[in-house]
């Protein structure tokens, strides 16, 4: 009989991989994988229900300013999306005003955002389409049901919280 080899990690780069936490570094680098395949979904699906050619983040500002037909300001929007970097979002917003997906309006020293009926048709078409090319799909991965997906959501979003301390502790380095 011989010896089996310690578990090999599936990890982007070994040498982050902690001896206390080497589940993190899988972790990390399935979130790596996902994050990209995720971008690239939203950008072609956005341009197949023909809301054209547009970055990852103003596919999200676009479904985020059209999310509850309420008008959000730059801020909201950052804020929802867990962006620090509010020239991002701007540049995005800009984007989104010259191709007639949104519009904005001042009020006061604010500005605020909506979709024009041309972005909420995007977004409606893009529902169309994720509907019929990952919805439909999801059904075939077998063990995993919507309950199981809600979990991961879930544990996403508290392991985002714990990115985020991390980072605020790192500035004080």
């Not at 341009?47 to 990852?56: C, E, W």
């Not at 979002?89 to 909506?114: C, I, P, S, T, W």
């Not at 996403?156 to 004080?172: E, I, K, N, P, V």
Request: hydrophobic letters at 40%.
């Amino acid at each position: 009989m011989t010896d089996r080899p310690s578990k090999e990690r599936i990890v982007s780069s070994a040498h982050l991989v902690s001896e206390d936490a080497a589940e993190l570094s899988e972790y990390e680098f399935g979130l790596i994988i996902a994050s990209n395949a995720f971008n690239r979904w939203i950008t072609r699906c956005m341009t197949a229900s023909g809301g054209g050619d547009l970055s990852p983040l103003e596919v999200l500002v676009l479904h985020t300013v059209n999310h509850r037909s309420r008008e959000k300001r730059l801020a909201d929007i950052c804020f929802t999306l867990n962006v620090e970097d509010t020239h991002t979002v701007n540049y995005a917003l800009k984007k989104l005003l010259k191709n007639g997906l949104v519009e904005r309006e001042k009020k006061g020293k604010e500005q605020f955002y909506r979709a024009t009926i041309a972005g909420s048709d995007a977004c409606a078409n893009y529902r169309k389409v994720r509907e019929a090319c990952l919805v439909d799909a999801f059904g075939a991965l077998g063990g995993l049901n919507l309950e199981d997906v809600g979990e991961m959501a879930k544990t996403l979003r508290a392991l985002s919280g714990l990115y985020d301390q991390a980072a605020r502790s790192a500035t004080s380095l």
